[in-house]
Structure formats: C-alpha cells, structure tokens
C-alpha cells in the first residue's frame, strides 16, 4: 500500500522506522568493516636511514612511528632491528615481543632475518628471545563473535528494511 500525497500517522510512523533500520544497518556494516583499513606506517625513510648507517636518525623517526602506530606489528619488529644494531638489546628484545604478540609469526619478516635477530638476541642479550610461533595456532574461541554477531544484525536489519519498503509500495 502506498501512502497517499498526505501521509497518515501510520504512514509517517513507518517511514521513520524504515529511516531508523536503515541507519541502524549502515551503521552496523561499517562497524562490521575489517579493522584492515587501519593504515600501515610508511617505514621507507627508516629502512633508509638504517642502510645508510644513520641508527640515531632511524631511532628518532622509530619513536614517532611508533607513538602514530603503536599497533603496528612491523614497526616493532623495525624497532627491535635497529635495537640490536645499537646494543641495546633488552629493548629490542622488547619489541619483538611486542611485534610477536600483535602479529604471531611475523608473516611479514624474512625467515632468516628473523631467526638471525633472535639468535642475536639470546646470544648477546642476556634474556632468552620470545619462543617461535607454534605452528598456526587457532583463534581463541569468540574471537570472531562479534564480528558475526554484527554481520548478522546487519543482514536482519537489512532484510526488515527491505520489508518495509515493500510495505509502503
């Protein structure tokens, strides 16, 4: 049923709650958005720096990086490099653990740059280095609940708009 040039209260009613879902599904299907587009730090001019000998310059540029993007597991791992090449290998060792933790198994890093930093590391450092990654471990259980649960609403709320669409035609 349309509604007429002059709509009814019932008419305005369900034309604000068709407003509403659909607010409400556009609102759930960016929250649902992988945490993905979160930009990753331009590292270039600290690789630069650090090929180029210039360790106190890269540290500098490290720490801004890093205080912009504390959730970047590649900064970390960066960090824990120039680390080791300065000597100060408790704080390197820290930031691989860091790195480690925020992405397990450094996909990222090369396999002998990596094991290279950690036999480093325990060599010259005193502390033993984070262990290796086990082999992909699983997700802990509900980790991706409320992304699901988010993905779902927002099909529900979808699919009542839909209807109601269909209902004021």
Do not use: N
Not at 55 to 70: F, G, S, T
Not at 73 to 96: N, T
Not at 106 to 129: H, T, V
């Amino acid at each position: 049923m349309a509604c007429p040039a002059r709509p009814s209260a019932a008419c305005r009613q369900t034309g604000r709650l068709a407003a509403a879902v659909l607010a409400a599904t556009c609102s759930l299907a960016a929250r649902a958005a992988p945490a993905a587009s979160a930009p990753e730090p331009a590292l270039d001019p600290v690789v630069r720096s650090v090929q180029a000998g210039r360790l106190d310059e890269a540290r500098q540029m490290m720490e801004r990086v890093l205080h912009e993007h504390p959730e970047s597991a590649k900064a970390h791992y960066l960090d824990a490099e120039i680390l080791a090449q300065q000597g100060l290998f408790g704080s390197a060792q820290d930031e691989l653990a860091a790195a480690q933790r925020l992405a397990p198994g450094l996909p990222f890093a090369r396999a002998d740059d990596l094991q290279s930093l950690r036999a480093q590391l325990e060599r010259l450092g005193g502390r033993r280095p984070p262990p290796p990654p086990q082999a992909a471990a699983a997700p802990a259980p509900g980790a991706d609940d409320g992304v699901l649960l988010d993905l779902l609403l927002a099909v529900g709320s979808g699919g009542l708009f839909a209807w109601l669409l269909m209902r004021l035609w």
